[in-house]
């Protein structure tokens, strides 16, 4: 039977925007907004350019967007900075940029500083500082900041360690779906941690990460039916 835990995965991306580019007549709409300062407007426009990977021009107006205020232009500034697209890579100009966002409780800016503090990209390493913005993303409903979070509490990393808490937040993160938090949640089960042991629940929650196509879950759940579970 695998007994580890799943290792916490850096996941970022450009917004909640599709990857649309936008038709040529709302396009030229838009982009009279943008110049008149429409900080909407201006985020689309950057938007636009993004997906035809102009990046420089993406964050030109991603600038003119942030400065205003916008939460989601911030946001995407510092996963540019993150990634180096159209700047030079500067983790400390992408905390810069996740933090205003984050002020303004993004909660995908809250989870990516989160992972930075923890793993000390452009700041020092902080787990308590983690846990924090893990804590205000995962209360948003971001499955990877409530797995993230379940993983801190099992771990007594930033906190007390908490395994019924722990359980909580995995189980909060399953229900969304979340492969790993669905195969953490089984090993819960399995082990007796923060829950009383159930090897058939146990063997639900690894089908469910399976049927995620996650291996070890399958794994797992083979592991349970010949054992007679």
């Not at 089984?186 to 941690?193: A, E, F, Q, T």
Request: charged share 20%.
């Amino acid at each position: 039977m695998k007994k580890r835990f799943i290792a916490l995965a850096f996941v970022i991306g450009f917004s909640n925007v599709a990857n649309v580019a936008l038709a040529e007549t709302d396009y030229q709409k838009t982009l009279q907004q943008a110049e008149e300062g429409n900080a909407k407007a201006q985020f689309d426009v950057a938007r636009n350019y993004y997906n035809e990977q102009d990046y420089k021009k993406a964050l030109q107006w991603l600038e003119k967007s942030a400065n205003q205020g916008f939460a989601k232009a911030q946001y995407n500034i510092g996963v540019m900075y993150y990634e180096g697209q159209g700047v030079k890579q500067n983790y400390k100009k992408a905390i810069e940029w996740y933090q205003k966002s984050a002020n303004q409780d993004i909660a995908k800016a809250q989870y990516n500083l989160g992972q930075m503090y923890r793993k000390g990209q452009g700041v020092r390493q902080d787990y308590k500082k983690a846990f924090y913005w893990y804590q205000k993303s995962a209360n948003q409903g971001d499955a990877r900041a409530q797995f993230n979070l379940a993983s801190m509490y099992r771990l007594g990393n930033g906190v007390q360690q908490d395994y019924k808490k722990a359980f909580k937040w995995f189980k909060k993160s399953a229900n969304q779906g979340y492969s790993k938090a669905q195969f953490n949640l089984g090993l819960m089960y399995y082990h007796g941690k923060g829950v009383h042991q159930n090897k058939y629940t146990a063997k639900k929650w690894f089908g469910k990460t399976c049927n995620n196509s996650y291996q070890d879950g399958c794994d797992n759940y083979q592991f349970l039916i010949q054992q007679g579970y």
